[in-house]
Structures are given as structure tokens and as C-alpha cells.
Nanobody
Framework: QVQLVESGGGLVQGGGSLRLSCAAS????????MGWFRQAPGKEREFVAA????????YYADSVKGRFTMSRDNAKNTAHLQMNSLKPEDTAVYYC?????????????????????WGQGTQVTVSS
């Protein structure tokens, strides 16, 4: 069992930055690959970024590549999403998620159905 709690969301002007955090409790955090997803009103949940268990590999959606950076600190059981150059279209509820298959491929990590544990989400609103 893993519990995930996101924080760091808020309201920011376009071009600004936010840093989201995902705090994990429960079983061994380093056993899990972590992902960030987002969901805007009326839209499906979409993949944002993922990081493997050690933090040595990451994947990003094309829409955030070069602007967002995902990291993790296994000693502190946390994952982070640094978001720079934010745009109004980044407005959404952001969720962190954990999965333990050990298979870290882009096809797998971008599929929300592969993740077993989810946080409650944190709202990010970017004004124009």
C-alpha cells in the first residue's frame, strides 16, 4: 500500500514557475516508478512526465518537454515536478501516481491504467 499526497499547486501568471511535490508513505518508495498526469475540465487525463525507480531515466510529454523537469528523492520519499515557462494550457489538476511493474518504457509509463496508486491531485491555474 502506498499513499500519495500532492502539494505545490496554485495560481500563477503565464511565464511563471511552480514546483509540485508528491509525498509518499507506506511501502518502499524506491520500488516504484512515478508519474505525473494532469486533467483539465472536460478532457481526459493525460501523461505529463515519469521517472524510473532510481531517478536515472525520465520521459516527458511533447507538450512539456524543455519546460518541465521531474525528479525524485528516495531518501525523502518524494517526487517533484518543476514547471517553468507555464502557459494557460497547462491549467489542470495534476496527479502523481506510482507503478511497480519494473518495466519503464514510454508506451507503458504514459498509460494511466498502468498505475495502481494515485494521489488526490493539486490544482494548477495559469493566467494569461
Amino acid at each position: 500500500q502506498v499513499q500519495l499526497v500532492e502539494s505545490g499547486g496554485g495560481l500563477v501568471q503565464g511565464g511563471g514557475s511552480l514546483r509540485l511535490s508528491c509525498a509518499a508513505s507506506g511501502r518502499t518508495f524506491s520500488s516504484y516508478a512515478m508519474g505525473w498526469f494532469r486533467q483539465a475540465p472536460g478532457k481526459e487525463r493525460e501523461f505529463v512526465a515519469a521517472i524510473n525507480w532510481s531517478g536515472s531515466f525520465t520521459y516527458y510529454a511533447d507538450s512539456v518537454k524543455g519546460r518541465f523537469t521531474m525528479s525524485r528523492d528516495n531518501a525523502k520519499n518524494t517526487a517533484h515536478l518543476q514547471m517553468n515557462s507555464l502557459k494557460p494550457e497547462d491549467t489542470a489538476v495534476y496527479y502523481c501516481a506510482a507503478e511497480s511493474s519494473g518495466i519503464f518504457t514510454y508506451a507503458r509509463v504514459r498509460d494511466p491504467a498502468q498505475y495502481y496508486y494515485w494521489g488526490q491531485g493539486t490544482q494548477v491555474t495559469v493566467s494569461s
